[in-house]
Nanobody, 121 residues
Framework: VQLQASGGGLVQAGGFLRLSCAAS????????MGWFRQAPGKEREFVAA????????RYADSVKGRFTISRDNAKKLVYLQMNSLKPEDTAVYYC???????????????WGKGTQVTVSS
């Protein structure tokens, strides 16, 4: 699976962005998909994940109620709608794919290149 994230940018606190992740490969619908982020000087951390069907999602506590992950298997796309953005959400955001849903929080089998999100105060 090859992945490409897009949609990052500069936004003021309280604003919103929608990230997209385009996947290639015939088995996209068989993978759980997720978003991680990495801020300068920090380790990469889990943000959100969605199972293969889109029926189950999981979020980090820091983004619950503000971020929404979704997917369109027909278009091989995964989205991360980010609302009420805060300066602490500033990071490079990475999308990933993993076969085993139960392990998504630990990391992904495949990673895309990241997209920068900067939230100004």
């Amino acid at each position: 699976v090859q992945l490409q994230a897009s949609g990052g940018g500069l936004v003021q606190a309280g604003g919103f962005l929608r990230l997209s992740c385009a996947a290639s490969g015939r088995t996209f619908s068989g993978y759980a998909m997720g978003w991680f982020r990495q801020a300068p000087g920090k380790e990469r951390e889990f943000v959100a994940a969605i199972n293969w069907s889109g029926g189950t999602t999981r979020y980090a506590d820091s983004v619950k109620g503000r971020f929404t992950i979704s997917r369109d298997n027909a278009k091989k796309l995964v989205y991360l709608q980010m609302n009420s953005l805060k300066p602490e959400d500033t990071a490079v955001y990475y999308c990933g794919a993993r076969i085993d849903w139960t392990l998504v929080v630990a990391g992904m089998d495949y990673w895309g290149k990241g997209t920068q999100v900067t939230v100004s105060s």
